[in-house]
């Protein structure tokens, strides 16, 4: 751990595992939420240039079934002389692109000065690799209730990178995205090394959602949809990816821009491996999706709904198997006083008791008589094979 002692807690307390017994699932805006089953895609221009590309290149992600809109207004460039950014006339440029598809707008803010103005305009604030460890700027975004997608520093650990995490969720906002996009190594046939193991490192760590951006890691638009496939494969929550409807006059990036009909082609191939890993992709615009009817409406209430029942089951489960281990805590009191440690009159009162507390809910007795009965079938397993385990 770069030199720390490793015995000691990691000083990321609040982006860390600590107390949580599930990732983070959080909403971005217009109906979408990350972190969940669903699969996340963001996908634009990496800058805005003018309304016709970025009105233009809107329709098409949206078309395809991306999630949120992407675009800079504000570009940090390695010189000076690069096109910088529209600036706030940019920002105007992606709220009528939002209005237009309804799309949820995430682009990035460089200073502590510039929040204000981004906020006004977007669903998600992003900082780029260049500001990962700008600590006042990380502490300024610590005030606001957007959602923050956090991009990885060029040479960041993981551990440093949960630390630049941890410095906006100590100012007290919650809605932290950490978005892998390449770290700088020797190795110079990609514009940066893709470093997807690091999305296993951070969700052994951390409760917060990882997406990948294989647009920056690699510069080369032909290698993006084999990376963005090997992201979802390794467990990540979303992807952000770089479309532009010419990427051949892209003022910025366009050697590694998708065009429309290649994005629209990786959607469909990520909408179909979506299941093999436990997730689904169905954007605004995809097959069975929400066919370019309004972000705010009854689809994206059912979304909201099913992110809840996944909460929900993972909370349903850590009570369960903490249900467990005190039957087994039972059994073990029991067997040092030579009870039995099946108790039928016992295991009635408890089915009995849940019945009647259902009355008038959803799930009427027969219903919690079955769920209950199973569960304390399988205490009663646990216990007895703690009970052979004691005498091996």
Request: include cysteine.
């Amino acid at each position: 751990m770069s030199g720390e002692n490793q015995s000691q807690a990691p000083p990321y307390k609040l982006a860390g595992l600590d107390g949580r017994s599930r990732p983070s699932v959080f909403d971005l805006g217009r109906g979408v939420s990350l972190g969940g089953r669903e699969f996340i895609v963001m996908a634009g221009p990496c800058s805005v240039e003018a309304d016709p590309q970025m009105l233009g290149t809107a329709r098409e992600v949206k078309a395809a079934g991306a999630h949120l809109l992407r675009g800079g207004a504000f570009k940090p460039r390695s010189s000076p002389y690069s096109f910088q950014g529209l600036a706030e006339e940019g920002l105007k440029m992606l709220a009528r692109a939002r209005d237009l598809t309804g799309l949820a707008v995430v682009t990035e803010v460089m200073d502590s000065a510039e929040v204000d103005l981004v906020e006004a305009y977007a669903d998600v604030l992003q900082v780029g690799s260049r500001n990962s460890q700008n600590f006042s700027l990380l502490k300024r975004l610590g005030q606001t209730r957007k959602p923050v997608l956090l991009k990885r520093g060029l040479m960041n650990t993981v551990e440093e990178f949960l630390g630049s995490a941890e410095y906006i969720l100590a100012g007290g906002n919650e809605k932290v995205i950490l978005c892998e996009r390449g770290i700088r190594t020797f190795e110079p046939s990609t514009r940066n090394t893709l470093d997807l193991s690091a999305v296993l490192a951070v969700k052994e760590r951390s409760h917060l959602p990882v997406i990948v951006d294989p647009s920056h890691a690699s510069g080369r638009a032909s290698f993006v949809p084999p990376l963005a496939k090997a992201a979802l494969a390794v467990g990540a929550d979303g992807l952000m990816i770089e479309v532009h409807c010419r990427p051949e006059a892209a003022l910025c990036d366009g050697d590694e821009s998708l065009d429309p009909a290649e994005f629209k082609s990786l959607m469909a191939e990520l909408a179909a491996l979506a299941p093999r890993f436990g997730r689904s992709l169905a954007g605004p615009g995809a097959p069975g999706g929400r066919g370019g009817e309004p972000v705010a409406g009854k689809t994206e209430e059912l979304n909201d709904l099913r992110a809840r029942i996944d909460e929900l089951d993972d909370e349903i489960l850590e009570l369960v198997q903490k249900r467990a281990d005190a039957a087994l805590e039972i059994g073990r009191v029991k067997k040092s006083r030579a009870l039995a440690v099946v108790d039928p009159a016992r295991e009635k009162a408890v089915l009995d008791r849940l019945a009647l507390k259902s009355r008038g809910r959803a799930l009427k007795g027969r219903a919690i008589r079955e769920i209950y009965s199973a569960i304390v079938r399988a205490c009663r397993a646990a216990q007895a094979g703690s009970e052979e385990e004691g005498r091996t």
